[in-house]
Structure formats: C-alpha cells, structure tokens
C-alpha cells in the first residue's frame, strides 16, 4: 500500500487536531499518495503496520521502527519527566480496569475535576493517566474511534512478531542518521537531532565514523556554509533527476517544512504557522499552506473547508515576490486546489484575498 510505503520512507507522519482543512497526518500523506483516503490510515493502523508514538511531536510511526521507541518509553518510565508527575496509583488502578474490562477511551471515566490541566489538553485524572501509561509503553493505541484513542495493553496491541530489542546507543544514533538522510535526502546535523538533548557530541563522532566506514557522505551547497550528510546513491539520483513542475500545498506539519530554518536555509523562504499568533498580528492567515511549484515554495495560502456550503474558501494567497512562470504555474495550482477541494470533500474553490490580483484573476478562470 501507497501510504504504508509513505510512512516508512518519512519514518513518521505528525498528528495534528486543527481541522479548518483535513488533518494534518492525512494531508501529509495525502500530498504524496494521491489516492490516499482516510481509512487507509485506520486501517494500517489495525493491521498493526504502524503505531502512535512520539517522534519530535505525537505520529504515526512505522511498526519496523518500535524498537527504536523503547528508549524513550524506558526513560519515562524511569522517572524522566515527561510533561507532569504522574500518579502511580491510579495508573495501576487504570492497567488493572483495561486487564479485567477491555479497552478504554478517556471518554470512559468522568472529569473529577481535582487534576491540573496539561499538554494534552482538559484536566481529566483518567486522560492524564491513560496518556502516561502510554508514553511509558505500557499501554498502546489500539485504534481510534473519530478522532478519539482507544488505548489497550501493549502486550495485546503489539504483535509477537515485532522486534523487541533495545537498542545500543550506537544503534539508535545510526538509525537517527539513515532515517533523517532517507526521508529528507540531505541533512545537517542540527536537524538530525532535532528537538533531541543530550546527544550532540555522540551523534556527530557517530557521523564522522559512517564517513569514514563509506555510509554517507558529506554534501556543500554553494554559498551556504552548512555541512549536510547524504548518501552517494542518493546524490547521484539527485544529479540525474529532473524536477517535476508539479504543485503541491504542504501541510504546517508536513515532513518537509516542519524544520523552519531548514526551510529557510535552503529554500529562502521565511515560514511560521499562524494559528498560535494573535490574530491582530498575523501576517498571512490562520494556517496558511506553503505552495510549493516545482523544486521552489513560491508562495502560501490560507485555506478553510466549509463543509456545510461545501467550498473550499481561500481566505489569503500571498505569492512571493520573484514567483516567475505564472501561466505554468495558473495552471498547475488550478489543477491542485481542484483535487484539494475534493479531498476535503468540497465542489466549489473560492479565492477571497490575494496581492497578486491578475495572478487571481485568472485562476479562477480556470477554477470556472
């Protein structure tokens, strides 16, 4: 399947609430598997081909990869601190409900009202416990009824078959390097360890060795100054290919762009999500999508599906300054926003803002 192989070659798919478009997770996979539909995911989800963990953010992550998760789960539940002090006592309590009753959704247990509110969001004892059980290993997510986890024992989600083994240290910085060189073909070592703390010096001697053994090699870009890792496969690959002039509206959170100053190292484009901005202070709207034409992101729009009205509405389009090959580009991203709208399940495309008024103009000629 189109999307499995998806999720295995990014190494994860970062799961995200905001709904004014088709989430985050979907959208990413969507952008890349163009039959992709959402119960592709549940389904993959099911087969136990991949599972909910964290990566930098909450994801979907390949089931190949769960040892490598182990780490994590092992250092939470020895007392690192993860988001708040978890009370043990109830966790027990929770394990011994989903043993005798089954699986459980937070949804299950009534708010008492004496927690704290946390990075999950609300402050139900039961959620708050649920999701720490989860993030130890203890329990996984089974499945998700909507958009709402249903959490079960890790010995009844996880099958016999997965690979069990903790890894060394060295194991995982290396499993660290090949993923991040795989999903994103070149990559510095800031970004390798992205949001990662206390593995800078081992990560880069761990660099230095796969140079050295022939495993990747170092890339220069002209006139930046960064050294970025790939392999010679994929560098030769890169010099044979020619890029497609195809469009594509990236997701906030899509693998691609959720690095920030990546995005601006390498693609001179100045990129920040909105929605966590006030809104007196936005500058392009509340979850504007990078419009990437090509190998270039010429520009950004802000898109709500109304689902009642069924219109894809564009609240702002903004095109950057040196967008050239407009015809083209009318054209493709006519073709784009088309597909866009019926993949949140829309028939008409409004466009209400831009500062580029002739470049709209014939847009929505096309968009009839």
Known sequence: MGAL????QLGYIQIDTISVVQR???????????????EHLDALQKDRKVFEYWAHAASYLPM????FSLPYMNAIAGGQKHWHTPDKKLMQRMIRHIRTEGPVMARHFEDTGEGKSHFW???KPAKIALEQLFIEGELMVSHREGFQKVFDLT???LPSSVDTRIPSHEEFLRHLITRTIQAQGIA????IRYLRKGIKADLSRQIQQMIHDGEIVEVKIQENPTSYYSTLDLVETAASTRTSKRTHLLSPFDNFVIQRKRIAALFDFDYQIECYVPKHKRQHGYFCLPILFGDTIIGRLDPKADKREKTLRIENLVLE???SQKEQLTRQLASTLRDFAEFNQCT???ILKSNDKQFVKDLAKLLG
Not at 25 to 30: C, D, G, I, N, V
Not at 188 to 191: I, L, N
Request: hydrophobic share 25%.
């Open 5 to 8: 192989k998806c999720v295995e």
């Open 24 to 38: 985050a997770h979907h959208h990413t996979l969507w952008t890349r598997v163009p039959d992709f539909r959402k």
């Open 64 to 67: 190949r990869d769960f040892r």
């Open 121 to 123: 969001g609300g402050s």
């Open 155 to 157: 010995e009844r989600v």
């Open 188 to 191: 510095s070592e800031p970004e």
């Open 321 to 323: 300054k040196s967008v």
């Open 348 to 350: 008409d495309c409004r």
